[in-house]
């Protein structure tokens, strides 16, 4: 019995702009987290974060904390930069390193759940991005959990925290808050795409001739 043939995409212009148009959209879409840790600014005395203790795990001996961001700027901070840095630990007398080794307080705590270190090794969480695109003046972020195990089980201890990110520049603001316009009509998205296919030379002219005569 003979086997039906299985016919080449390429017979098919409408399967090979689907799978052009896959092909784009998987090579220009970008990371989840665009901005990387040394490109970010110091926003510390312009963005406040609040620290409140809502938990404790004597068995464990670690600590839930809850994190809010505040911007306390006239300028918008573009959302999904934030992180919150774990700056420092220090202990009752206000110190944040060893008295007999002069090593940091911070290297004998476990950091559970960071979403990555610096180049010096501080853990850091990526604040949480509300509604909007932007961490508005005067407005707080989403509240988001940090958690420390003290290896020292009896040391009375405090988080300090640093904010790091991008402010949004006034033409990006004004971009990021103009209300959506009515989508075109699907003729012309189609045709947009053709045309973009037809640049990276996914298809051919023959080709667009049979999908757009």
């Known amino acids: 019995m003979r086997l039906p043939q299985i016919m080449s995409t390429s017979c098919f212009p409408i ?22 840790v040394d490109q970010l600014a110091d926003l510390t005395g312009k963005a ?11 068995f464990n001996s670690e600590y839930r904390y809850d994190l809010t961001v505040r911007n306390q700027s006239s300028d ?9 840095v774990l700056e420092k630990i220090t202990n009752l007398a206000g110190e944040d390193r060893e008295p007999l080794k002069s090593e940091p307080l911070i290297h004998r705590f ?23 695109p932007d961490l508005a003046p ?29 402010k949004r520049l006034p033409a990006e603001a004004k971009a990021a808050t103009k209300q959506p316009q ?9 045709d947009r795409l053709i045309q973009l296919l037809l640049k990276k030379g996914v298809i051919t002219e023959e080709e667009r001739k049979t999908i757009q005569p």
């Open 110 to 132: 476990e950091v559970v759940g960071q979403d990555g270190e610096t180049e010096d090794g501080k853990p850091f969480f990526r604040v949480p991005v509300g509604t909007n």
């Open 138 to 166: 005067l407005t707080d972020s989403p509240p988001f959990s940090v958690r420390i195990r003290n290896k020292d089980y009896v040391s009375i201890f405090t988080p300090s925290f640093r904010v790091y990110g991008k």
């Open 76 to 84: 918008p901070f573009i959302a999904d930069s934030l992180i919150v």
């Open 48 to 58: 406040f974060v609040t620290v409140t203790l809502t938990g404790r795990d004597n």
């Open 15 to 36: 399967g090979r702009l689907l799978i052009g148009a896959l092909l784009l959209a998987e090579t220009t879409a970008g990371p989840v987290f665009a901005s990387t």
């Open 182 to 190: 009515v989508g075109s009509p699907p003729q012309d998205r189609t």
